[in-house]
Structure formats: structure tokens, C-alpha cells
């Protein structure tokens, strides 16, 4: 049995007036975070506790989640978590936090092996699919209704297959070109606003010595945030998407050559800092906090580590990721979308109290990370934002204007497709193929 993802692929170029965005998904390295790891009588033991009874009788919620101790959302994490405790005494939630990379299949084993928490946080869209196909996923459409003022349904689209909701976001991050304002300055560059013109500014910071790009190759989803948001801007939303999923597009389309080649031509021009094959995530990240790179495209996430890592958040900025062929496309077009959030175990031992909390503590989240500078709201801002950080209000300006989103192609491809484009695209990157074969190999894998 099959589930189509009825409502997302619509939602991929769908214009809706949102009521905020952003999330953090990620900040992702290899290894489980310190201390999160169990050997294996341990994590046996947390993975049966489900709903349980505690001998005083409180009752525990496991949860699992990437917001570890660092990141951007760990806090607003934390106080939601705190909440809704408070809101519910003799209901405690055991929270454990991974490393990204490593949650990924910390998960996966978890559901084949039928010891999945209660609560758990997931990548929304094909990533999910076959959890919610292999029924180990609850549908929350019974308790959605007490919630559904404060969250729309085209929010809630990507975590909607069949037509029934099975996740529940915090955030709607989208992609950006986040820049270093001292930097552009020092070098009189321009920022850029068409493709041309980023192409100008990153020969410029090269021809100066300076490393004009920030990324990760070795966590290719890293790469990934620039590379998808240029072919989006290239063949425009639709077409995007439709190639990526195998639902009528075609992947010999010009602009993912264009895309392609642009890729191609920054890496020649020697656009990237030195080491990027090899660096993480945080590596990546960390470069750019420190002013080592004049540019990076990221996350909305980032934001929130700029203002709480860099020695003088003041220096950056953030615009869209330059367009490269308006005809097609749109700087209002947007990589992101509420495409990641939590959900609940289907055999839970009781649903309404576990799928209560998943609302409860996702609307917390949403509202603790805007107020915090590290993610931007899905649930409707009914409280005071006056405070929320310049960057990050600029984000929220951009999803309120946003024409699209299209959710990030490692999202809407199955696993196995995002293996074999990720394989590519490093290929691309280290020069074993052109960007025409790079082109012509994902056009006959997704035949």
C-alpha cells in the first residue's frame, strides 16, 4: 500500500500566505552527540518505555531529536519541554538528542526493529513515507481539530499523505545567501542580486585571496543547500519539482545544466575555502561565523548561531539566493518549507495524551526559537516579537513574501534517489564529470 504524498507535491509550487517559517534542522555532523550514546541493554531498555507508568506513578514520554547541546534550537527545545511539564505534572518527556547524520539511521533501525519512541523527529515527505507506508506512523487527524487555529493545513502540507496528517512541524526554514557585510565593504564588492553578479563577487573575493564560499562536500547535504536553490532558480518551482520526483519532469531540462555549469564554474575559479571536502557541517558553518568566507548558502537556522556565535553578528547580512533565469523563476521562490518536525509512534500506549503533547510542545518550540533568533514560526505569533533579532525578522519578511517553497530535493526524493544525486553532485565537485554528464546521469536514473 502506497501513499502518495497527495498534498506536498502540490505545495511545491503552491503560493500561500504563511504565517511565519524557519526551523533548524540540522546541524549536522557524523557522530551521536556526547552522551546520548547507550550501549545496547541501555538503549533497549529507553526504547521500551513507550507511555509507561513510573513507580510513583508519573507517566513518561520518550522523545528523540537532533536539537543537541549547541545547537540552535536546543534551547527553545528545552523550555518547551519544560512547559509542557509544567502544564502537566505527573507527565514527564525523556528527551534524548543525536547527531544529525547519525539520527538518520538511529531511526531507521528503530522502526524496522519495532522499538521506536514515543515521540521522534523526522524529515517530512519521501524521507518519512515509508515509515507512514509500514503504518508504524499515528495519524493525529482525530486531535488536530484543537489545534487547527493556530496552525493552517498548508503549513501542515508536507506532513500530509493520503490526506491525513501524520507530522508536526515547529518551523519553516527556507535557504539564503547569508553574507559578510565587513567583508563586502573592505572590497567594495556589490551584493549580489542576479546571477552574474554573485559570479562578479566571488571573483573578486578570489582574486583578493579570499575564500568567497563556505560548504561541506563531506556532508553533501551542505553543498546541497546552494546547489538545489541554483537549479531551482534556473528552471523555476514546477519543473523543479516534477524532475526530482519522477511526476512528468525531465532532468535533461536546460536549466539544470545551467545550474550545473555555474556550480561547475565556481569551483574552477576556486570559489570555496580550502578543505571543504573534508570539512563538516559545523565545520562549514563555523568558517563563516568567523569571518574566514565572505558568503554561504544556508538555512534560516543559521541566523540564530550567527547572533549567538559571531564575535559581532552586526557584520552579516542575508538576501535571496541570486536568480538565474528570471523567466522562470523568482528570488521569492524559496528553497524550505515546513518539511520537518515530530511524530508519534503508531502503537503508542496512549495516543491522545502522546499526540496532545506533540502539538503542545511543537507550538512551544515555534514560539521559543523565533523569540530566541534561531528558527522562524510555523504556528500563527499571537505574543510580543518586538525583541526577535534583526536577521531573523528580515527572514520572517521574506516567507511572508515568498511566491514558493520547494522543499529541499534530498526531501522530496526517495533514499535511494538521494543517494545516487548526492553521488553525483560530488562527482561533479571533485571534477570526475562534466557538468553535461552530470546532467545526463541523473536524467537516465530518473527515468
Keep these: 500500500m502506497r501513499r502518495k504524498l497527495s498534498a506536498m507535491l502540490l505545495a511545491v509550487s503552491l503560493v500561500f500566505g504563511c504565517t511565519g517559517c524557519g526551523s533548524e534542522p540540522n546541524q549536522r555532523k557524523e557522530a551521536e552527540q556526547s552522551g546520548a550514546e547507550q550501549d545496547g541493554t541501555e538503549e533497549a531498555e529507553s526504547q521500551e518505555d513507550a507511555v509507561q507508568s513510573a513507580s510513583d506513578g508519573e507517566k513518561v514520554i520518550t522523545m528523540w531529536s537532533v536539537a543537541t547541546e549547541g545547537s540552535a534550537t536546543a534551547n527553545g527545545v528545552a523550555k518547551a519541554i519544560e512547559t509542557y511539564e509544567s502544564n502537566h505534572p505527573g507527565v514527564r518527556i525523556k528527551h534524548e538528542t543525536f547527531e544529525n547524520e547519525a539520527y538518520k539511521t538511529k531511526i531507521r533501525t528503530a522502526i524496522a526493529a519495532n522499538e521506536v519512541p514515543d515521540i521522534f523527529f523526522a524529515w517530512f515527505g519521501a524521507w518519512s513515507e515509508p515509515f507512514v507506508d509500514a503504518e508504524k506512523v499515528l495519524n493525529l487527524d482525530d486531535y488536530y481539530a484543537d489545534f487547527s487555529e493556530e496552525i493552517t493545513q498548508e503549513t501542515l502540507s508536507y506532513a500530509t499523505f493520503d490526506g491525513s496528517l501524520y507530522g508536526v512541524p515547529s518551523s519553516t526554514p527556507i535557504s539564503v545567501l547569508y553574507y559578510n557585510k565587513a567583508l563586502f565593504e573592505e572590497y567594495g564588492v556589490k551584493v549580489p542580486a542576479t546571477a552574474d553578479e554573485f559570479l562578479q563577487a566571488c571573483q573578486t573575493f578570489t582574486d583578493n585571496g579570499v575564500p568567497a564560499l563556505s560548504t561541506s562536500v563531506k556532508e553533501n547535504w551542505v553543498l546541497a543547500m546552494l546547489f538545489d536553490a541554483l537549479q531551482l532558480h534556473a528552471t523555476g518551482p514546477e519543473d523543479a519539482a516534477k524532475a526530482v520526483t519522477r511526476n512528468g519532469g525531465d532532468y535533461n531540462d536546460p536549466g539544470f545544466l545551467q545550474a550545473a555549469q555555474m556550480l561547475r564554474d565556481l569551483i574552477d575559479m576556486g570559489a570555496f575555502i580550502e578543505g571543504v571536502t573534508g570539512f563538516s557541517g559545523d565545520e562549514a558553518n563555523q568558517a563563516f561565523i568567523d569571518g574566514k568566507t565572505a558568503m554561504y548558502v544556508q538555512g534560516s537556522w543559521l541566523a540564530g548561531s550567527i547572533q549567538n556565535g559571531a564575535e559581532n553578528p552586526d557584520d552579516f547580512d542575508l538576501v535571496p539566493v541570486p536568480v538565474l533565469n528570471p523567466e522562470r523563476a523568482s528570488e521569492h521562490d524559496f528553497m524550505g518549507g515546513a518539511a520537518e518536525g515530530f511524530m508519534v509512534a503508531a502503537d503508542v500506549e496512549d495516543p491522545a495524551v502522546v499526540a496532545n503533547a506533540v502539538f503542545e510542545i511543537s507550538r512551544s518550540i515555534s514560539e521559543n526559537c523565533y ?18 533579532p534583526p536577521m531573523i525578522r528580515k527572514l520572517a519578511a ?10 529541499w530535493f534530498n526531501v522530496l526524493m526517495t533514499a535511494d534517489d538521494t543517494e545516487e544525486y548526492f553521488d553525483l553532485t560530488d562527482q561533479l565537485f571533485v571534477g570526475n564529470i562534466t557538468p553535461e554528464q552530470y546532467v545526463e546521469s541523473l536524467a537516465d536514473y530518473l527515468k
Design 371 to 388: 523569540l530566541d533568533g534561531s528558527a522562524l514560526p510555523a504556528w500563527k505569533v499571537n505574543y510580543d516579537d518586538s525583541q526577535v
Design 398 to 407: 521574506y516567507s511572508a513574501e515568498a511566491t514558493s517553497y520547494t522543499v
